[in-house]
Protein backbone atom coordinates (compact mmCIF):
# COMPACT_ATOMS: atom_id res chain seq x y z
CA UNK A 1 0.00 0.00 0.00
CA UNK A 2 1.43 3.36 -0.83
CA UNK A 3 1.13 6.46 1.67
CA UNK A 4 -1.13 9.30 1.00
CA UNK A 5 1.82 11.25 -0.29
CA UNK A 6 3.93 9.99 -3.40
CA UNK A 7 6.33 11.93 -5.66
CA UNK A 8 4.96 14.99 -7.21
CA UNK A 9 4.20 14.18 -10.77
CA UNK A 10 1.93 16.83 -13.14
CA UNK A 11 -0.29 13.92 -15.07
CA UNK A 12 -3.77 13.18 -13.37
CA UNK A 13 -3.74 11.16 -10.29
CA UNK A 14 -5.88 8.42 -8.85
CA UNK A 15 -5.98 7.11 -5.21
CA UNK A 16 -8.04 4.65 -3.61
CA UNK A 17 -8.76 4.24 0.04
CA UNK A 18 -10.27 0.99 1.89
CA UNK A 19 -12.10 1.62 4.90
CA UNK A 20 -14.17 -0.27 7.28
CA UNK A 21 -17.27 1.81 8.80
CA UNK A 22 -18.13 0.42 12.59
CA UNK A 23 -21.03 -2.14 12.72
CA UNK A 24 -24.14 0.24 12.74
CA UNK A 25 -22.46 3.22 12.02
CA UNK A 26 -22.23 2.83 7.90
CA UNK A 27 -24.76 5.60 7.41
CA UNK A 28 -22.62 8.19 9.66
CA UNK A 29 -19.94 7.21 7.92
CA UNK A 30 -20.77 7.31 4.33
CA UNK A 31 -22.36 11.10 5.48
CA UNK A 32 -18.70 11.81 6.39
CA UNK A 33 -17.50 11.22 3.28
CA UNK A 34 -19.88 13.08 1.19
CA UNK A 35 -19.08 15.76 3.51
CA UNK A 36 -15.37 15.00 2.56
CA UNK A 37 -16.55 15.38 -1.46
CA UNK A 38 -17.81 18.51 -0.85
CA UNK A 39 -14.74 19.66 0.79
CA UNK A 40 -12.51 18.41 -1.57
CA UNK A 41 -14.50 20.24 -4.40
CA UNK A 42 -12.64 23.67 -3.48
CA UNK A 43 -9.39 22.19 -3.54
CA UNK A 44 -7.30 23.34 -6.69
CA UNK A 45 -7.16 20.09 -8.98
CA UNK A 46 -9.58 18.14 -7.85
CA UNK A 47 -11.35 16.26 -10.35
CA UNK A 48 -13.97 13.89 -8.80
CA UNK A 49 -14.41 11.13 -6.30
CA UNK A 50 -16.88 8.11 -5.97
CA UNK A 51 -17.90 6.19 -2.95
CA UNK A 52 -17.85 2.20 -3.34
CA UNK A 53 -19.98 0.97 -0.81
CA UNK A 54 -18.69 -2.88 0.66
CA UNK A 55 -19.82 -5.51 -1.57
CA UNK A 56 -20.75 -7.56 1.68
CA UNK A 57 -21.88 -5.96 4.82
CA UNK A 58 -18.78 -5.57 7.21
CA UNK A 59 -16.16 -5.47 4.12
CA UNK A 60 -14.38 -1.95 3.56
CA UNK A 61 -15.64 1.17 1.77
CA UNK A 62 -13.55 2.14 -1.24
CA UNK A 63 -13.04 5.89 -1.78
CA UNK A 64 -11.90 6.85 -5.27
CA UNK A 65 -10.25 10.15 -5.61
CA UNK A 66 -9.03 11.70 -8.85
CA UNK A 67 -6.84 14.94 -8.89
CA UNK A 68 -4.93 16.84 -11.81
CA UNK A 69 -1.63 16.29 -10.52
CA UNK A 70 -0.05 14.30 -7.73
CA UNK A 71 0.70 17.98 -6.33
CA UNK A 72 -3.17 18.71 -6.08
CA UNK A 73 -3.68 15.55 -3.96
CA UNK A 74 -0.74 16.51 -1.66
CA UNK A 75 -2.24 19.95 -1.06
CA UNK A 76 -5.39 18.40 -0.09
CA UNK A 77 -3.16 16.31 1.91
CA UNK A 78 -2.21 18.37 3.52
CA UNK A 79 -5.27 20.62 4.21
CA UNK A 80 -6.82 21.47 7.75
CA UNK A 81 -10.07 20.44 6.04
CA UNK A 82 -8.87 17.14 5.17
CA UNK A 83 -7.16 16.81 8.67
CA UNK A 84 -10.41 17.85 10.39
CA UNK A 85 -12.63 15.30 8.58
CA UNK A 86 -10.49 12.35 9.17
CA UNK A 87 -10.33 13.41 12.85
CA UNK A 88 -14.48 13.02 12.61
CA UNK A 89 -14.16 9.74 10.72
CA UNK A 90 -12.30 8.08 13.11
CA UNK A 91 -15.40 7.57 15.74
CA UNK A 92 -17.19 6.03 12.74
CA UNK A 93 -14.69 3.93 10.95
CA UNK A 94 -12.35 0.74 12.66
CA UNK A 95 -8.83 2.42 11.65
CA UNK A 96 -7.35 4.81 9.17
CA UNK A 97 -7.48 3.62 5.48
CA UNK A 98 -5.32 1.97 3.48
CA UNK A 99 -4.11 3.43 0.04
CA UNK A 100 -3.57 2.72 -3.21
CA UNK A 101 -2.33 5.24 -6.04
CA UNK A 102 -3.63 4.39 -9.52
CA UNK A 103 -1.83 6.06 -12.55
CA UNK A 104 -1.20 4.92 -15.93
CA UNK A 105 -3.09 2.25 -17.74
CA UNK A 106 -4.25 1.06 -14.54
CA UNK A 107 -6.13 3.84 -13.12
CA UNK A 108 -8.07 4.05 -17.20
CA UNK A 109 -11.12 1.82 -15.28
CA UNK A 110 -9.72 1.48 -11.66
CA UNK A 111 -11.04 -2.12 -11.70
CA UNK A 112 -7.98 -3.50 -9.87
CA UNK A 113 -9.93 -2.92 -6.22
CA UNK A 114 -13.81 -2.58 -7.55
CA UNK A 115 -15.62 -5.27 -6.20
CA UNK A 116 -16.86 -7.55 -9.14
CA UNK A 117 -20.35 -6.35 -8.92
CA UNK A 118 -19.24 -3.10 -9.82
CA UNK A 119 -17.19 -3.48 -12.70
CA UNK A 120 -17.56 -1.48 -16.29
CA UNK A 121 -18.90 -4.61 -18.25
CA UNK A 122 -16.28 -5.84 -20.25
CA UNK A 123 -17.98 -4.98 -23.71
CA UNK A 124 -18.39 -1.17 -22.44
CA UNK A 125 -14.74 -1.05 -21.26
CA UNK A 126 -13.75 -2.50 -25.17
CA UNK A 127 -15.94 0.23 -26.74
CA UNK A 128 -14.99 2.84 -24.73
CA UNK A 129 -10.94 1.54 -25.61
CA UNK A 130 -12.25 1.57 -29.38
CA UNK A 131 -13.04 5.23 -29.18
CA UNK A 132 -10.09 6.47 -27.84
CA UNK A 133 -7.45 4.31 -29.81
CA UNK A 134 -9.32 4.54 -33.25
CA UNK A 135 -9.03 8.51 -33.40
CA UNK A 136 -5.73 8.66 -31.66
CA UNK A 137 -3.85 6.00 -33.85
CA UNK A 138 -6.05 7.48 -37.16
CA UNK A 139 -4.46 11.35 -35.88
CA UNK A 140 -0.90 9.14 -35.39
CA UNK A 141 -0.41 7.63 -39.10
CA UNK A 142 -2.03 10.14 -40.73
CA UNK A 143 -0.22 13.04 -39.60
CA UNK A 144 2.97 12.30 -38.24
CA UNK A 145 3.74 8.37 -40.06
CA UNK A 146 4.64 10.30 -42.87
CA UNK A 147 7.03 12.48 -41.01
CA UNK A 148 8.86 9.06 -40.15
CA UNK A 149 8.86 7.30 -43.49
CA UNK A 150 13.06 7.67 -43.40
CA UNK A 151 13.18 5.84 -39.93
CA UNK A 152 13.20 2.19 -40.33
CA UNK A 153 10.32 0.24 -39.86
CA UNK A 154 10.67 -1.63 -36.61
CA UNK A 155 11.78 1.50 -34.69
CA UNK A 156 9.18 4.04 -36.79
CA UNK A 157 6.51 1.35 -35.06
CA UNK A 158 8.39 1.38 -31.86
CA UNK A 159 8.14 5.50 -31.57
CA UNK A 160 4.48 5.69 -33.24
CA UNK A 161 3.25 3.02 -30.60
CA UNK A 162 4.90 4.95 -27.55
CA UNK A 163 3.13 8.22 -28.81
CA UNK A 164 -0.02 6.16 -28.81
CA UNK A 165 -0.03 4.54 -25.57
CA UNK A 166 1.39 7.74 -23.55
CA UNK A 167 -1.34 9.95 -25.58
CA UNK A 168 -3.68 7.33 -24.50
CA UNK A 169 -2.66 6.91 -21.25
CA UNK A 170 -2.40 10.58 -20.02
CA UNK A 171 -4.95 12.20 -22.03
CA UNK A 172 -8.01 10.04 -24.24
CA UNK A 173 -8.50 7.76 -21.46
CA UNK A 174 -8.34 9.96 -18.49
CA UNK A 175 -11.39 12.36 -20.58
CA UNK A 176 -12.78 9.13 -22.14
CA UNK A 177 -13.72 7.46 -18.43
CA UNK A 178 -14.72 10.79 -17.15
CA UNK A 179 -17.13 11.78 -19.90
CA UNK A 180 -18.24 8.24 -20.12
CA UNK A 181 -18.28 7.14 -16.19
CA UNK A 182 -22.15 6.90 -16.02
CA UNK A 183 -22.66 4.78 -19.08
CA UNK A 184 -20.01 3.17 -18.55
CA UNK A 185 -20.79 2.00 -14.58
CA UNK A 186 -24.50 3.17 -14.37
CA UNK A 187 -25.24 1.08 -11.25
CA UNK A 188 -22.33 2.76 -9.15
CA UNK A 189 -23.72 6.24 -9.83
CA UNK A 190 -27.37 5.97 -9.35
Do not use: N
Not at 61 to 81: G, T
Not at 111 to 125: T, W
Request: no cysteine; hydrophobic share 50%.
Amino acid sequence: MSSPSQSVTHAPVSRIARRRALTGKETEYEALVREMFALMRSTPGFISADLLPPEQAGDAYQVIVHFASEAALQEWDKSPARSAIHARMRSVAESEPEYRRLSGLEAWFTSAVVPASMHPPRLRMAIVTWLGIFPTVSFVLWFIAPLMQSVPFLLRTALLTILVVFTMTWIVMPSLTKLLRGWLSPAAHQ
